[in-house]
């Protein structure tokens, strides 16, 4: 075995012991989970939340297995927006698409709506997604075009352009008030929107939602660490000197759109299953005032930030229903003033503000500065 | 042929109010390089703010009240949620703005309630003849009080200190500051006039039809209208708004004969199809200054 003058072996990479920071090669340096303290956690926090499927009550489970569907999307966005820095206010487009395709595919023919019997999952959920993508490139050459908030304004613009779209299209989506059947999730001609061999409707959804988010976020995060992922990085940070050293920017920032748009379509696909409805109205610009909240409050650019911001978004949901019997001021009646929705929707926007004001990174920053404060203490700096 | 013209009237009233949000948006945007998502907020607010005080005081002081009232919160939000941001990247201080709208939007929607509110205008649905056409007097309000308002803008943008003060600023923040310019003052002042601006749109969304809780997303039309004319140009904000107003009527009035295929209530949605149109021949909007960046 070689040394070198550093007195460090430059042969095989090996771990230095109490040493977890310090990397012998690159290959560890640019490892998924680069220190054993991450994959034990990481670990135990996938076996828990795999566990979380038998423990809990099956109307939380909906709850979580809504969250994950959200952190997929979330995580698209944060493709385009947070790594690629490309400010998209059009998530509920493309997020509307994969719902519509899915729909549609998985769909019984010669129903009210249109639909094709394709109800394995393995057929529709990447359709949804390869449809949303063709969406995003689609939009894409605007994108390269524009930069900052005139990208934002176009993208807004194309929510409702496709909101009007959906709403009108009434023999695909059921129209404005109507709406029409989801997806169908049928793996293998097991229905797991029914009770089954593998547990209640519920369990069987949240399982199926946790091993698609385990999929998307791996994905993400290898996507994040390859040449493609240090392109967008260096779009985001300044894309002249990005095109200088030889990134084709045309080409990188479409392809952030096309894998963001992927990413939402698939969600889009899943999101209404566990309702198993779905309404042209939901594709608002609320829903992708929502996703940005997500990315902001959970963190950009980091992946495990997005699923953070998404758990934390759709647990809002819950948190505040249970308010009125806390707080008797706060109705739970829509008629009253100050009702629960108010205070929800109050409640997005300060977080937003407040996330932005102190907290840019958001919870994966709170989470670094917990750790770098046991990490130096008891010095407080 | 007077059908047609009828229309374009009408567009030009509604797209005069459109000219108003849009020199708000600009204004903001020239001296802070962000554009404000919290004008539709501050529009509803305006028009409520008119229909509560019109029943005590009379229309027309309620509506010069509550646009000074509006400017008064617009300045509030600057000094406590913007002010704070100077230096950080415009999509942050953006996505605030956003935050703040939905933020006022649910408290404005408290003073609204679940049913339609009348501003107490004297206008409704009256009609005038002009020669062969009939119009409805509130468009010809509209059209004269934005000339008028546009006019008294471009005249304080040209020939007083605050004016040039704030032109000096949107052209380069430091160099204002070295000679002297308040910049913090700029600030608050533009989101004041945007705020002034958004309320006198407001309260002439409300003419007529009244305003309910979904009234905000009217003022999202004008940001077809600032794009369209550029973003950084005040008088493009005017024609984008007037643009956009003109071709939405039009769609209004014809699409259902000449182009049913495109669905009902697409005259809604056309704003966003000239934006995208506009955009793909020219990306800063037609009166807009190209980016031009060094190296």
Request: aromatic fraction near 10%; proline fraction near 4%; hydrophobic fraction near 55%.
């Amino acid at each position: 075995m070689t040394q070198t003058t550093t007195g460090i072996p430059a042969g095989r990479p090996r771990r230095v012991r109490g040493r977890p920071l310090l990397y012998t090669s690159y290959a560890q340096d640019m490892a998924l989970l680069d220190t054993r303290a991450k994959r034990v956690w990481t670990g135990l926090l996938v076996l828990l939340a795999f566990a979380l499927s038998v423990v809990v009550a099956d109307s939380s489970l909906e709850v979580l297995a809504g969250a994950y569907v959200l952190a997929i999307g979330a995580i698209g966005l944060n493709i385009v927006t947070g790594y690629a820095g490309q400010v998209s206010l059009g998530h509920a487009f493309f997020v509307a698409i994969g719902a519509y395709t899915a729909a549609a595919l998985s769909g019984p023919p010669g129903g009210d709506n249109l639909g094709y019997g394709l109800a394995e999952i393995w057929i529709w959920l990447p359709a949804a997604g390869l449809a949303a993508a063709a969406a995003g490139v689609l939009v894409a050459p605007l994108a390269t075009r524009l930069r900052g908030l005139y990208l934002a304004i176009v993208t807004l613009g194309l929510v409702f352009l496709g909101e009007h779209v959906f709403k009108e299209w009434k023999e695909l989506t059921g129209g404005f008030g109507v709406g029409r059947e989801a997806a169908v999730p049928q793996l293998f001609g097991t229905r797991l929107d029914q009770d089954g061999a593998l547990g209640t409707r519920e369990q069987q959804l949240y399982l199926l939602m946790l091993v698609l988010l385990i999929v998307f976020a791996v994905a993400a995060r290898n996507l994040a660490r390859s040449r493609v992922g240090r392109a967008f990085a260096a779009i985001r940070d300044r894309d002249i000197a990005a095109a200088v050293i030889g990134v084709p920017l045309a080409r990188y920032k479409v392809l952030a759109f096309g894998i963001s748009s992927f990413y939402a379509g698939c969600a889009g696909g899943l999101l209404y299953t566990i309702s198993g409805y779905v309404e042209p109205s939901s594709f608002s610009l609320l829903l992708s005032v929502q996703f940005i909240a997500m990315v902001l409050i959970g963190g950009v650019a980091t992946v495990s930030g997005a699923i953070a911001g998404a758990l934390f978004i759709s647990l809002l949901q819950p948190l505040t229903r249970a308010l009125p019997a806390l707080v008797p001021v706060i109705s739970g009646d829509t008629t009253q003033t100050p009702n629960v929705f108010q205070v929800e929707t109050v409640l997005y926007g300060l977080l937003i503000v407040l996330f932005l004001v102190f907290e840019p990174r958001g919870l994966f920053g709170l989470w670094i500065r917990a750790q770098n404060y046991w990490k130096s203490w008891p010095f407080s700096y | 042929m007077t059908g047609a013209l009828e229309s374009i009237i009408r567009g030009l009233g509604n797209g005069s109010v459109y000219a108003l949000l849009a020199l708000g948006f600009v204004i903001i945007y020239k001296a802070t390089r962000v554009i404000s998502f919290a004008q539709p907020a501050l529009m509803l607010a305006g028009a409520v703010a008119v229909s509560h005080l019109a029943e005590v005081t009379g229309f027309y002081l309620a509506v010069l009240l509550s646009a000074l009232l509006i400017a008064g919160v617009a300045l509030g939000i600057e000094r406590v949620a913007i002010r704070p941001m100077v230096g950080r990247p415009v999509f942050v201080v953006a996505i605030i703005t956003l935050g703040i709208d939905v933020v006022v939007r649910v408290v404005v929607n408290g003073f609204i309630g679940r049913d339609v509110r009348q501003v107490g205008d004297p206008w409704g649905f009256g009609q005038v003849t002009l020669g062969p056409l009939v119009v409805q007097q509130r468009w010809l309000a509209m059209l004269l009080t934005t000339a008028v308002l546009v006019a008294l803008l471009f005249a304080f943008f040209r020939h007083t200190r605050y004016g040039l003060a704030m032109r000096a600023a949107a052209v380069d923040q430091e160099t204002a500051l070295a000679q002297g310019v308040s910049v913090g003052a700029v600030f608050a002042l533009s989101w004041a006039l945007a705020g002034f601006l958004a309320a006198i749109a407001g309260m002439f969304v409300g003419t007529g039809q009244g305003i309910e809780q979904m009234t905000w997303v009217v003022a999202l039309k004008a940001l077809p209208a600032i794009i369209v004319g550029g973003l950084d140009s005040l008088g493009g904000a005017v024609v984008g708004g007037l643009v956009i107003g003109v071709v939405e009527s039009l769609f209004q009035s014809y699409q259902g004969d000449f182009a049913p295929w495109l669905g009902q209530n697409f005259a809604v949605v056309s704003p966003y199809v000239v934006m995208l149109l506009v955009l793909l021949v020219r990306p800063y909007g037609l009166f807009g200054t190209r980016e031009v960046e060094r190296v």
